[in-house]
Every structure is written in structure tokens, then in C-alpha cells.
């Protein structure tokens, strides 16, 4: 049973991650803070106490934009400590999601917060504890990719991506009508859509070859323009991308 920390400077906000998490059969007890500096003191006496003390703290769930000191600034001072609890950020903000799996974050969840997507932070925080349940695993849907926005999952077709660029431990999946951010690395996605037409033109983009307009060629650079965005192909990747555009071409 893991033992939580919610820290939400927002009231309400606090008291709904601490309704939900109390009704998940994981955690065996969660308290709550109002603020990172209060949080803090708590942590501080959960590791005076120990991993096995009465005091300790398995995991906090924790907001970013607080007053003073932030969520961020927390979780950097606690990569200080020996055996830090696990951290799970909870935040209306997408933009520091990199920032946040830079810092070992277990999971990163957008509010409004659902109870199914806060259930799957804490079997991820579980697992890292040891402590979860062994339950069936299904494979995924090979022709859609869920993608969370404002609180809401969604489910973007494969062959509407049109290129997908490396974010730290993210992904940002491009379509024509705009781009989402997964955990998911760019190595993943290059072996799993390779059948699909999918193929690696540098280290920080994978791009559909369907969905190349152009391929060019300018003082020994390589381009290829995907809608109006012009992607750089680096040199190892060149001579690959070449050959399988002209048997695309031509098959």
C-alpha cells in the first residue's frame, strides 16, 4: 500500500486529488499540503523517519505553479536525497513536461484531473514501489495512438501524423491539424511504425514518408518539406530516405 503526499496550493484542487486517491485501493494513506514549503517539512521528517518509519512517504503528487517555492524547485531538491519519494506531477500546464521527466518524475497528469488517468499514476508509482498488482496486459491499437489533452484522452490516427520529434523522454506527434505531446521515446515509435511507412531522417525527427511533399537538395544539405515545414535529414540518414523514396515512387 503506498502512502501519499498531495500538494495543491488551489483548495479545491487539493481536496479532489485527495478524494481520488483515497478511493484507490493502492494507497494506504494520504495527507495533504498546501504548499511545496510545507510539503517540504513533511517529507523532511518522512526521511528522518525511513523507508519503514511511521512518517514515510512512498510518493507525492504534485502541483507545479505554486506561490513561493514551486513544484519544480521541490522535486530538484529532492534529487539531493538518498531515497527521495517518488514524484508524480499534477498541473493545468503541458509546457513543462520535459522538464518534469528530466527530474525523474513517475507521471505527469493534466487537470482536470480523471479518476482513470490518476489511477494509471499510481499503478506506474506502484510499480516502481513493487507494490502492484500483476493484471492483463492488452496490446495496443495499432491504427490510433492516445494522446491526452485538457484532461480529455484522445485517440490520433497513426495516418494522420505526419512527423514526430523528440522531446526528452517525449514525443510530439504532428497532423495537419495540430501536435500532441506522448511519453513515449522516439526510438519506440521508430521501431513500432517502421511497417507503416514511418522512417528515422535524424535524431530528433521521425517523419511519415507519405507525407513528404518535397526532398531537397542545396549545397550538400538535405530537406524534406512536410506541409510548409522544412526538416532537416542529417547524413546518415540520407542515403536511406533516398533509396526508399525512389522504390516508393516507382513500386
Known amino acids: 500500500m503506498l502512502r501519499a503526499l498531495a500538494v ?13 486517491l483515497n478511493a484507490d485501493p493502492r494507497i494506504g494513506s494520504v495527507e495533504g499540503a498546501g504548499d511545496a514549503t510545507e510539503a517540504l517539512r513533511r517529507i523532511n521528517r518522512a526521511l528522518e523517519s525511513g523507508p519503514d518509519g511511521p512518517e514515510a512517504i512512498d510518493v507525492v503528487f504534485l502541483d507545479i505553479q505554486m506561490p513561493g517555492l514551486d513544484g519544480l524547485d521541490l522535486a530538484r531538491l529532492l534529487t539531493g536525497f538518498a531515497r527521495p519519494p517518488l514524484i508524480v506531477f499534477v498541473t493545468a500546464h503541458e509546457d513543462f513536461a520535459v522538464q518534469a521527466f528530466d527530474l525523474k518524475a513517475v507521471d505527469y497528469v493534466l487537470k ?3 479518476k482513470e488517468r490518476l489511477a494509471e499514476a499510481v499503478r506506474r508509482a506502484a510499480a516502481q514501489r513493487g507494490t502492484a498488482p500483476r493484471i492483463p496486459v492488452h496490446e495496443p491499437d495499432p491504427d490510433h495512438i492516445p494522446v491526452e489533452l485538457g484532461g480529455v484522452t484522445r485517440f490520433v ?8 520529434e523528440a522531446q526528452g523522454d517525449y514525443a510530439r506527434l504532428h497532423t495537419d491539424r495540430g501536435s500532441h505531446l506522448v511519453r513515449i521515446p522516439l526510438s519506440t515509435l521508430e521501431e513500432r511504425w517502421r511497417s507503416r511507412g514511418f522512417v528515422r531522417i535524424h535524431r530528433r525527427h521521425l517523419v511519415a514518408l507519405r507525407h513528404i511533399a518535397e526532398l531537397r537538395l542545396d549545397a550538400g544539405t538535405v530537406s524534406v518539406l512536410i506541409g510548409a515545414e522544412e526538416l532537416q535529414v542529417s547524413r546518415r540518414h540520407a542515403r536511406e530516405l533516398r533509396d526508399l523514396l525512389m522504390r516508393r515512387t516507382t513500386s
Open 157 to 164: 490516427a497513426v495516418d494522420d501524423i505526419t512527423h514526430v
Open 112 to 114: 482536470p484531473v480523471r
Open 8 to 20: 495543491d496550493d488551489e483548495r479545491p484542487s487539493l481536496e479532489e486529488l485527495l478524494y481520488l
